[in-house]
């Protein structure tokens, strides 16, 4: 019989502990995220999906690709119409974990390839030049670009549909 009562004690305890730690903590404070943590996940701003330049809509969700260090190590340059020049942030680098560099750069990968989604998503296409100015050397980067991304409207031809005979996108052209 002392066990059982044991058992009732230590169990009903620990259920009320649980029970007033989690009523506890949200009496302590706020439990609303900062509006500056969650900034980039709320998609590309409003003046940014208006704005004249198409490429800060698409950077706005290819700064949200993961990165194996968390370390974001991604810049840009915008200073050429249409075209965006990807460069490694050489103040990023974890030359303890990562000695040759090969996890930022399947990171820049990442980065990429949201750009690529996003420009789709726009009508544009992404065309993606690796290394312009030649590969990095095997032990270490440098200050050349990683990418060079040209932006280029997608041209679609329109089918008629056999269905109904309305006009479609050829990329849909099944889908009516």
Known sequence: MQ????????????????????????????????????EAWRGPAHHASTSADVR??????????????????????????????????????LPQTDPLSRQIMMSHGTFLELLDLAARERGLRADITL??????????????????????????RHRRCGWCGAAVPARTAGLC
């Open 3 to 38: 066990r059982r009562n044991f058992l009732r004690i230590t169990g009903g305890g620990t259920i009320a502990a649980a029970t007033l730690g989690v009523g506890g903590l949200s009496a302590c404070g706020s439990n609303r995220m900062p509006e500056e943590a969650i």
């Open 56 to 93: 800060r809509w698409l950077l706005s969700y290819a700064i949200l690709a993961p990165h194996s260090h968390n370390l974001q190590s991604w810049v840009v340059d915008l200073s050429t119409p249409d075209e965006i020049v990807l460069s490694c942030d050489l103040k990023r680098l």
């Open 131 to 156: 290394f312009p100015q030649g590969a990095f050397g095997p032990d270490k980067l440098d200050a050349r670009p990683v990418a060079r991304i040209k932006l280029v409207p997608v041209v679609t």
